[in-house]
């Protein structure tokens, strides 16, 4: 099983960033990604979100979403965690608005592998002592540090 400090980095970790609407929080998504990975383009990564969320929203509740998908030119599975300056609707089904995203990309036939690491986040993000020691850091490193090294 992988753990967030197999598929994150302090590159794909942004705390307090910009949260106009879920269109330009994904465009911020595509640009952070495609920054990092070279073999990922901007394109390719916001057309896959865009196209994931239209099939239902990745919002969990209680402020947390898991955009997620599969990209075929993605090598590895990796992973990106955000915090929101303000919370943005997310068409979470509690209707509250996010403020915690981790996204997920993994390559194209990693179904298997998508759904155990899928599911892996997931429970993390169900721990509310966890979000909210996520949801009180004040930088990136704190942020990132705090999500590779999950209280047991």
């Known amino acids: 099983m992988q753990t967030l400090s197999d598929i994150l980095t302090p590159g794909r970790t942004v705390c307090c960033a910009p949260g106009v609407s879920k269109k330009r929080?994904?465009?911020?998504?595509?640009?952070?990604?495609?920054?990092d990975q070279p073999t990922l383009t901007y394109d390719e990564v916001f057309d896959h979100l865009i196209a994931r969320e239209k099939l239902?929203?990745?919002?969990?509740?209680?402020?947390?979403?898991?955009?997620?998908?599969?990209?075929?030119?993605?090598p590895d599975p990796l992973g990106t965690l955000l915090t929101l300056q303000d919370p943005i609707d997310f068409d979470a089904p509690d209707d509250q608005p996010v403020d915690l995203l981790f996204v997920l990309l993994v390559p194209g036939e990693?179904?298997?592998?998508?759904?155990?690491?899928l599911a892996h986040v997931a429970r993390l993000f169900s721990r509310a002592d966890f979000c909210q020691r996520l949801r009180e850091a004040r930088d990136n490193?704190?942020?990132?540090?705090?999500?590779?090294?999950?209280?047991?």
Do not use: M
Not at 110 to 117: E, P, S
Not at 141 to 152: F, K, V
């Open 25 to 35: 929080l994904f465009e911020t998504i595509a640009r952070i990604i495609s920054e």
């Open 56 to 74: 239902g929203s990745t919002g969990l509740g209680q402020g947390i979403a898991i955009p997620h998908c599969r990209v075929e030119s993605c």
């Open 110 to 117: 990693a179904n298997q592998q998508h759904l155990d690491i």
């Open 141 to 152: 490193r704190q942020l990132y540090d705090i999500a590779t090294r999950p209280p047991q």
